[in-house]
C-alpha cells in the first residue's frame, strides 16, 4: 500500500538554526501535507501542496512537492523553542480524504 | 475562528467496558474523520462520513461503530474495549466533500486521550 517515510525520526534544533525534513514514498502522491503536532494535541496543518514542483512558503516554513510527486521536504528557518513538535507529512490516498501520515519528525532542542 | 471540538478530552475506562467519543465539525463542514494515534504512533484512518453517510472506512474495529448526526457532529462508540485500544483519538473535519486535491483542508480537533486499564 501507500506509505510515507520520514527522515530523519528526530533531530535536535539550536535556535537560529535552519532545519530541513524529508518524505518519500513509492507511490505517487498528488497532494502533500505538512502537519505539525504538539503533546496532546492535534496535528495542525502547516502547508499543503497541490502541484509537483510547487515551492510554498507559510512564514519561516518553506515546503516543496518533489517533480515526480513521490516526494516532499520542509524546511523551517532560523529555528526558535516554540517549533519544537512532531512533524508529519500526510498524502490522501484512494479516491477519497482519508490521509495516510508518515512515521514522524520528532524535532527537540538542542540541551 | 472556531475549530473541530472534540469531547472528552480525557477519559478512563477499564477493560469490556463501552466508550462513546464525540466530534463536533468546524461550522457548514459536512464531512468527519476519525482517526486513531497509538503511543508514538503517526494517526491512522479508522472510517469517515459525508452527509450523514459513510464514505469510507479504514482499520477500524468491528467492536466500534460511528456515526454523523443531522446536525454533523459524529460519535465514536467503542466497545468491549480492550488495553490495545488505548490512544488518542482524533476527528478532522472538511467542507463539502470535496477532495484533498482540489484544495480542500481538513482540520483536526485536538484529540481524546482514551486509558484503558
Known amino acids: 500500500g501507500q506509505q510515507l517515510n520520514q527522515s530523519p525520526q528526530s533531530m535536535f534544533i539550536q535556535e537560529g538554526e535552519d532545519v530541513s525534513m524529508n518524505c518519500t514514498s513509492s507511490?505517487?502522491?498528488?497532494?502533500w501535507l505538512w502537519y505539525k503536532q504538539e503533546p496532546g494535541e492535534g496535528p495542525v496543518l502547516l502547508i499543503a501542496?497541490?502541484?509537483?514542483?510547487e515551492l510554498t512558503s507559510n512564514g519561516r516554513l518553506t515546503a516543496q512537492f518533489g517533480i515526480t510527486r513521490k516526494d516532499s521536504f520542509l524546511n523551517i528557518s532560523a529555528s526558535i523553542p516554540s517549533d519544537v513538535g512532531i512533524y508529519f507529512c500526510?498524502?490522501?490516498?484512494?479516491?477519497?480524504?482519508?490521509?495516510?501520515f508518515g512515521g514522524g519528525t520528532r524535532v527537540l532542542v538542542k540541551p | 475562528a472556531a475549530g473541530v471540538i472534540q469531547s472528552p478530552r480525557h477519559l478512563i475506562k477499564e477493560k469490556r467496558e463501552t466508550a462513546t467519543l464525540k466530534c463536533y465539525p468546524i461550522p457548514r463542514h459536512d464531512t468527519v474523520y476519525w482517526y486513531q494515534q497509538g503511543p508514538g504512533q503517526d494517526p491512522q484512518f479508522l472510517i469517515s462520513?459525508?452527509?450523514?453517510?459513510?464514505?469510507d472506512k479504514g482499520s477500524i474495529p468491528d467492536r466500534f461503530s460511528a456515526q454523523q448526526f443531522s446536525d454533523y457532529h459524529s460519535e465514536l462508540n467503542m466497545s468491549s474495549l480492550e488495553l490495545g485500544d488505548s490512544a488518542l483519538y482524533f476527528c478532522?473535519?472538511?467542507?463539502?466533500?470535496?477532495?484533498?486535491?482540489?484544495?480542500?483542508?481538513?482540520?483536526f480537533g485536538e484529540g481524546s486521550w482514551l486509558t484503558v486499564v
Open positions: 462520513f459525508y452527509e450523514k453517510m459513510q464514505s
Open positions: 500526510a498524502g490522501p490516498r484512494g479516491a477519497g480524504n482519508k490521509l495516510t
Open positions: 501542496l497541490y502541484k509537483a514542483g
Open positions: 478532522a473535519s472538511s467542507l463539502q466533500g470535496r477532495t484533498i486535491i482540489s484544495g480542500n483542508t481538513i482540520y
Open positions: 507511490s505517487i502522491f498528488n497532494t
